[in-house]
């Protein structure tokens, strides 16, 4: 099947300023999308979600945006911490079979 | 609520010999759940969708008959890889779905197959 695809595999970010992480997907027909963010070691902790009929959803200190046309996906992070730093994923899938595709993923590294 | 536990965290096996890896969910009924697999520093690859009282559904390229998948319960489902070689040495995911659009993972197990 389609893959979803990531556009950095890293990113530096001082601790305080915000991080925007990017992911295209390749399915147009995926109706849900979510972000998922990975600690070393351990399984992908939920972050947020968004369904195609929005572009824009927020969370605390977390927003994510959904262009459909260009078929693109951003997490934004405000006020990054280092406990912040992991690996973030986005994932893509149907809703109704929830069998998630992921992207290539991108490793958050918070300076301090 | 919806937590998702993995048996064992962490298994070496000599090549040759076959692993169960548990997936349970603690406090709520899944009738279907999820294995992925993943290889250090890769992303997350979809194995099987594993449903209760049925066959698993195995993704294209995935060996049925070498990851066994049982889901024997709603609330447990395990995979086998049997005649393990250390090529399926992996970080093995299990997720299950919770309520209407909830998907929680498990803390993964890590195979290492020597």
């Known amino acids: 099947g389609e893959s979803v695809g990531l556009h950095l595999p890293t990113l530096s970010v001082q601790e305080g300023d915000n991080s925007i992480i990017n992911c295209a997907y390749s399915?147009?027909?995926?109706?849900?999308f979510i972000w998922y963010k990975q600690e070393s070691g351990k399984g992908p902790q939920f972050i947020i979600d968004i369904r195609s009929n929005m572009d824009k959803r927020q969370g605390q200190r977390v927003t994510v945006l959904l262009n459909k046309t260009v078929k693109h996906l951003s997490l934004q992070i405000a006020a990054t911490q280092p406990g912040d730093s992991a690996v973030y994923f986005c994932a893509e899938t149907l809703i109704n079979d929830y069998k998630l595709s992921f992207g290539a993923g991108t490793t958050v590294t918070v300076r301090a | 609520g919806a937590v998702v536990s993995q048996h064992p965290s962490w298994v070496i096996c000599k090549s040759g010999t076959s692993v169960k890896i548990e997936c349970r969910s603690l406090?709520?009924?899944?009738?279907?759940m999820f294995w992925y697999r993943q290889f250090p520093k890769q992303s997350l690859m979809l194995m099987a969708t594993s449903n209760e009282g049925s066959k698993a559904t195995y993704e294209q390229g995935v060996e049925k008959d070498k990851f066994l998948i049982n889901h024997a319960s709603l609330t447990l489902s395990t995979l086998t890889v049997t005649s393990a070689h250390p090529e399926d040495s992996s970080f093995y995911i299990c997720?299950?779905?919770?309520?209407?659009?909830?998907?929680?993972f498990g803390a993964g197990s890590r195979l290492t197959v020597l």
């Open positions: 399915n147009s027909a995926s109706d849900y």
């Open positions: 406090d709520f009924q899944a009738t279907t």
């Open positions: 997720s299950a779905r919770f309520g209407a659009n909830v998907l929680t």
